[in-house]
């Protein structure tokens, strides 16, 4: 382990010395980080949110009954996917089936996904950062070329192995599809940037409140699966000619809301986990090195406030060092102050939320 922190330590003294080296291997990564969180993204939607079940019925001679036999095809995704599929119901409610059969569905909800982004791309753009609203459109395009290219017309496709393996266990389809849609919006959080769509407003609301993010999507996405769910009651422009009931019933629509309130759970606590940009800690640092805090001031951009104390056991004078640092950094402040004084004690406490001057480093 010697030779790969020599090795790490000469590539951040040639990278700090090079910005030019440094600017494009970081973009180089983001791009990477992108890429990966869009694939997830597409390929858990299609594999758990909205699989082809026609192509899954055909798997196998167990399978005869399988979509007769599913109460739920379809369930409501979140965010700017979610109102996509709004609009793909309204589209039906009004006839327009041709937008919406089996060979455009693909395509025309991919596009609608684009089109809803479109103005929350805008709010990124000039309210959070020109270079956060780059990498979330790319993330947007990535999402709508991989939508468009993982297959899943085909009973042999590995998306539909998937589904039909699932079986008709809605649960687990809403804790995979959370799981997928929790690591993705994740990655691009940590290099400041978003999947894009509601992220967008949560990633500001959070950058403005310096909360945490996954809650304040959820609430958002409430109100996108409530609309699905009632939208998904009303008959089509067809059953109103034929006196016929909407495609899903009320108890039906009720289960597909219950089973998101579910989705949005998992995944406001798999990205509350997995991202820890906004989330604060504070150090409380006892030492009797008198000049360590400012140490911790050169290592991070936080003060820190000294309080003389004394020991109870050994009665000797100590400095009593409180700071608040993010989780982050958590770990830096701690190799730092030991290794300058290595008998300092030193208690890390969770923090909910900072008023204040708190140091953030400002997004690109």
Not at 178 to 189: E, H, K, N, P
Not at 339 to 357: H, S, T, W, Y
């Given at each position: 382990?010697?030779?790969?922190?020599?090795?790490?330590?000469?590539?951040?003294?040639?990278?700090?010395?090079?910005?030019?080296?440094?600017?494009?291997?970081?973009?180089?990564?983001?791009?990477?980080?992108?890429?990966?969180?869009?694939?997830?993204?597409?390929?858990?939607?299609?594999?758990?949110?909205?699989?082809?079940?026609?192509?899954?019925?055909?798997?196998?001679?167990?399978?005869?009954?399988?979509?007769?036999?599913?109460?739920?095809?379809?369930?409501?995704?979140?965010?700017?996917?979610?109102?996509s599929q709004?609009?793909?119901?309204?589209?039906?409610?009004?006839?327009?089936?041709?937008?919406?059969?089996?060979?455009?569905?693909?395509?025309?909800?991919?596009?609608?996904?684009?089109?809803?982004?479109?103005?929350l791309?805008?709010?990124?753009?000039?309210?959070?950062?020109?270079?956060?609203?780059?990498?979330?459109?790319?993330?947007?395009?990535?999402?709508?070329?991989?939508?468009?290219?993982?297959?899943?017309?085909?009973?042999?496709?590995?998306?539909?192995?998937?589904?039909?393996?699932?079986?008709?266990?809605?649960?687990?389809?809403?804790?995979?599809?959370?799981?997928?849609?929790?690591?993705?919006?994740?990655?691009?959080?940590?290099?400041?940037?978003?999947?894009?769509?509601?992220?967008?407003?949560?990633?500001?609301?959070?950058?403005?409140?310096?909360?945490?993010?996954?809650?304040?999507?959820?609430?958002?996405?409430?109100?996108?699966?409530?609309?699905?769910?009632?939208?998904?009651?009303?008959?089509?422009?067809?059953?109103?000619?034929?006196?016929?009931?909407?495609?899903?019933a009320?108890?039906?629509?009720?289960?597909?809301?219950?089973?998101?309130?579910?989705?949005?759970?998992?995944?406001?606590?798999?990205?509350?986990?997995?991202?820890?940009?906004?989330?604060?800690?504070?150090?409380?640092?006892?030492?009797?090195?008198?000049?360590?805090?400012?140490?911790i001031?050169?290592?991070?951009?936080?003060?820190?406030?000294?309080?003389?104390?004394?020991?109870?056991?050994?009665?000797?004078?100590?400095?009593v060092?409180?700071?608040?640092?993010?989780?982050?950094?958590t770990?830096?402040?701690?190799?730092?102050?030991r290794?300058?004084?290595?008998?300092?004690?030193?208690?890390?406490?969770?923090?909910?939320?900072?008023?204040?001057?708190?140091?953030?480093?400002?997004?690109?």
């Open positions: 382990m010697r030779w790969f922190k020599h090795l790490k330590k000469k590539t951040i003294d040639y990278l700090f010395d090079h910005p030019i080296q440094r600017e494009i291997l970081n973009n180089a990564k983001y791009i990477i980080v992108t890429c990966i969180s869009a694939f997830i993204f597409a390929f858990g939607f299609k594999c758990f949110i909205q699989p082809n079940y026609d192509a899954v019925a055909q798997i196998g001679e167990a399978s005869e009954n399988f979509v007769q036999n599913l109460e739920i095809k379809t369930l409501a995704s979140c965010g700017a996917s979610g109102i709004i609009f793909i119901s309204l589209l039906k409610i009004c006839g327009v089936t041709f937008l919406t059969d089996n060979f455009y569905f693909n395509l025309t909800y991919w596009a609608l996904y684009v089109l809803v982004n479109v103005p791309l805008f709010l990124g753009f000039f309210k959070v950062g020109k270079k956060f609203a780059i990498y979330t459109l790319l993330n947007v395009i990535l999402t709508f070329v991989f939508g468009i290219l993982l297959p899943n017309s085909s009973p042999d496709d590995i998306i539909n192995q998937i589904t039909f393996a699932l079986g008709t266990d809605v649960f687990a389809r809403v804790a995979f599809g959370a799981l997928t849609t929790g690591i993705a919006s994740s990655l691009v959080y940590i290099i400041n940037s978003t999947a894009g769509g509601i992220d967008i407003i949560a990633f500001y609301i959070g950058e403005r409140k310096g909360v945490t993010i996954g809650k304040r999507s959820a609430l958002i996405n409430v109100i996108v699966v409530g609309t699905f769910s009632i939208l998904s009651t009303i008959p089509l422009k067809q059953d109103f000619i034929d006196h016929e009931m909407g495609s899903v009320f108890s039906t629509a009720f289960v597909i809301f219950i089973y998101m309130v579910f989705y949005m759970i998992f995944t406001s606590v798999v990205v509350d986990t997995l991202n820890t940009k906004n989330k604060k800690v504070e150090l409380q640092i006892f030492t009797a090195y008198e000049n360590l805090s400012q140490i001031i050169a290592n991070v951009p936080h003060g820190c406030t000294i309080i003389p104390g004394k020991g109870g056991y050994t009665g000797n004078n100590v400095y060092i409180y700071v608040s640092v993010s989780k982050r950094e770990k830096q402040v701690v190799k730092v102050c290794e300058a004084d290595p008998k300092c004690f030193i208690n890390v406490l969770p923090m909910n939320q900072v008023f204040g001057r708190f140091f953030k480093h400002p997004i690109e």
